[in-house]
């Protein structure tokens, strides 16, 4: 029986003939690991879709799971744009301008960068954007000069917000934390660390020669091709390498202390733990759907629950090894074998897998099973 203070998702995901995360050159984002080039998911793609995913484990179905939106024009769309009927237009564009710098900084007209918000944050604001508007609805400089007031006191209002609201951040920022640079007070720290995922492999890489034909040419015209190009297509077996901070994972649910989660209320982080483990091992990243289809579960997940600092097991693979799950298996039950031996097993380990599997000291289960076995160590705050 160990204490759950941290929870460890390693995963076997295959893909073929895909490309699931492009870099500024449109090719795959890759990385040298141990001598060879890896092709690559990022971890900010992952989250996502993760985030993003809908249906039947949907973070943001679990009851008081508050959404939340990153954007460079929170003010402008969720804010402002709801009140254009109702409202004045010129007095709007002068309570816009303050908003924008409440909100983004000084430098909001000439370089915002994208900001996270909580849909409770976002109402506030359109609240007492929509106040203002209804004290002066035909003297755009009064309010301008009223909403320029509560730009200056920005800190102190969003700061009341947050005490006074559950997941002022949305479920999104608990979960994955934020930075506001024109208000450090506002920062969030993550509590689902995610690591970029990458094939065991060395990079299975192909160039696709496609073309277009053309409709409406007729048989007796030109027989070549409308337009042709070219698109770099993918596989591979890619590990995957989740850490969930638990302690913190419940002080940004709940606002109780991090040192006080055995004692604090724990159903939603368990609800976010049983949905997060279902979502990493069924979601895949969404580019390039009507092309290459690349939708894939897991071909193994393996959990380990415990109170010491969290290692990944990305060492079993800095050798590539052949493209095969028995190949990726055997290193990832060799690997952990070794870390037992040399520094006891602290954590208690519970696997998934669509191959035959014996990892060390792992009971082997279904992902339901799985997923409600990671829920329950978070629950009752012991894991076996």
Request: proline share 4%; aromatic share 6%; charged share 25%.
């Amino acid at each position: 029986m160990t204490t759950p203070r941290f929870l460890q998702i390693h995963t076997l995901h295959a893909y073929s003939a895909a490309l699931l995360n492009r870099d500024d050159t449109g090719l795959a984002k890759r990385l040298p690991y141990g001598g060879k080039m890896r092709t690559r998911v990022s971890s900010q793609c992952l989250k996502r879709h993760w985030r993003w995913a809908e249906g039947a484990h949907d973070l943001h179905a679990i009851p008081g799971a508050e959404k939340a939106v990153r954007s460079r024009d929170i003010v402008s769309r969720s804010v402002i744009a709801p009140l254009r009927e109702a409202f004045d237009g010129e007095v709007l564009d002068a309570i816009e301008g303050e908003f924008q710098k409440a909100v983004y900084g000084e430098k909001a007209t000439s370089s915002r960068q994208p900001l996270l918000l909580g849909y409770p944050e976002v109402a506030y604001l359109r609240k007492q954007a929509e106040a203002i508007a209804r004290e002066y609805p035909s003297d755009a400089k009064a309010a301008g000069e009223a909403a320029a007031a509560f730009a200056k006191e920005a800190r102190a209002n969003f700061k009341q917000i947050r005490e006074q609201t559950a997941l002022p951040g949305g479920l999104t920022a608990a979960l994955f934390g934020r930075m506001v640079t024109s208000d450090p007070e506002a920062n969030i720290d993550a509590a689902i660390h995610v690591a970029h995922a990458f094939t065991v492999h060395e990079e299975e890489t192909e160039s696709d020669y496609f073309s277009v034909v053309d409709d409406l040419r007729g048989e007796d015209e030109d027989a070549g091709a409308a337009h042709i190009g070219d698109a770099e297509l993918t596989s591979g077996l890619f590990y995957g390498y989740v850490v969930v901070d638990v302690p913190g994972l419940v002080s940004n649910l709940t606002g109780a202390e991090a040192s006080a989660w055995e004692t604090a209320e724990r159903d939603m982080a368990a609800q976010v733990v049983e949905h997060l483990v279902h979502l990493i091992a069924t979601v895949s990243p969404g580019a390039k759907l009507g092309s290459t289809a690349p939708y894939a579960y897991a071909q193994a997940m393996l959990v380990e629950a415990g109170d010491r600092q969290p290692r990944s097991l990305a060492g079993a693979y800095r050798k590539a090894c052949r493209p095969l799950v028995a190949d990726a298996l055997e290193r990832m039950r060799d690997h952990l074998a070794a870390l037992d031996g040399a520094y006891g097993n602290g954590e208690a380990r519970c696997a998934m897998s669509l191959e035959p599997v014996e990892l060390p000291e792992t009971q082997i289960v279904a992902l339901p099973e799985l997923a409600s076995w990671a829920g329950n160590a978070v629950l009752n705050g012991k894991a076996a």
